[in-house]
């Protein structure tokens, strides 16, 4: 009977690893950025995943490497494991979004893009006690005096969390000459903002519901909006949408993973296979709901693309907005 469930543990591994021409060894996912953040979190998931569901032998190590709002990581990758086939790591709108600002140490075609599996809500959270208890409240304050309300995130000046709150500050009625004005302060992660919010340093954070939703499931900050077309699903329904209270801006952040620039063909379908199977898997889709997230798939080629537009689109932005030259 032992020997029996020896053979059928071996057949679910070779069924799991799906009889590729590569098969991974001792896989790393970086998460560039420190632990409990979005990047984190997807590492961490995606990466039990590929073990409980037998896509890769062994577990998965993950590896926080912050700094740059991802460009730490990328520098490491592009010029120190670009061939590494055995390495993921995850990224977002917001890495692509530096990439666009010509933040990172290169373009884009420097990476082989793998595949995107959700996509998180971004929020704007304050503390319980706040003197800010809607969106009203806030921008009634920073319309008064922009420099009134310091806001924080993980991205920089002009970076995606940022552009989102400037999104709704200017349908709240911002004038465009104060958009400028309004303070903000970058971390590596939106539960650093978060910390630094309830330590007293900043008045409210925008960033993504997937990133702080620890302190959202504890009751330890107030979510004055959601920045989702419709209510979230799930235990999140109650939040309240931009939409709901006049504003009509959404603001979704894509995660999903790259890999090195000079991976081989093989192993760049081997991973994107593999993410498909996690992507499909039940388990994959109840972690998507119990962390008000919209489970969104790309991957391959289609993926590819899709970033290349999505670079295109934010450098055109960017410019526009005088981030960039």
């Avoid at 592009?78 to 061939?83: G, I, L, P, T, V």
């Avoid at 809607?134 to 920089?156: E, Y």
């Amino acid at each position: 009977m032992f020997v029996r469930k020896i053979a059928a543990a071996a057949g679910i591994l070779t069924a799991g690893l799906f009889l590729s021409a590569f098969t991974p060894q001792n896989v790393e996912c970086i998460a560039p950025a420190n632990p409990g953040g979005g990047w984190d979190f997807t590492c961490r998931q995606v990466s039990k995943l590929l073990s409980d569901l037998g896509l890769v032998p062994g577990n998965v190590q993950v590896t926080n490497m912050p700094g740059g709002t991802g460009a730490t990581a990328y520098a490491n990758v592009m010029s120190k494991r670009s061939d590494d086939s055995n390495l993921i790591v995850a990224t977002s709108t917001v890495g692509v979004t530096q990439i666009a600002q010509n933040r990172y140490p290169a373009d884009m075609d420097v990476m082989r893009w793998l595949a995107m599996l959700y996509a998180d809500t971004g929020v704007v959270v304050v503390k319980p006690d706040s003197p800010y208890q809607s969106l009203a409240d806030l921008f009634k304050a920073v319309k008064a005096d922009p420099n009134s309300v310091v806001f924080g995130g993980s991205s920089a000046v002009g970076g995606w969390d940022h552009l989102r709150l400037l999104l709704l500050a200017q349908a709240a009625g911002v004038p465009d000459a104060d958009l400028g004005k309004i303070r903000w302060v970058q971390y590596d992660g939106g539960t650093d903002a978060v910390t630094q919010m309830l330590g007293g340093f900043l008045g409210a954070v925008s960033t993504d519901l997937g990133e702080i939703s620890g302190f959202v499931d504890a009751n330890q900050i107030k979510v004055l909006t959601v920045m989702s077309d419709e209510p979230l699903p799930g235990k999140y329904a109650s939040l309240p949408t931009a939409k709901s209270q006049g504003y009509d801006v959404t603001g979704y952040n894509w995660r999903g993973f790259y890999t090195g620039g000079k991976v081989s063909d093989e192993a760049y379908k081997f991973w994107v296979d593999a993410l498909k199977k996690v992507y499909e898997s039940p388990q994959w889709q109840k972690i998507a709901l119990d962390n008000g997230l919209t489970p969104i798939w790309r991957g391959g080629d289609d993926f590819q693309s899709f970033v290349q537009d999505q670079v295109d689109k934010m450098r055109k932005i960017s410019k526009e907005i005088g981030v960039i030259q």
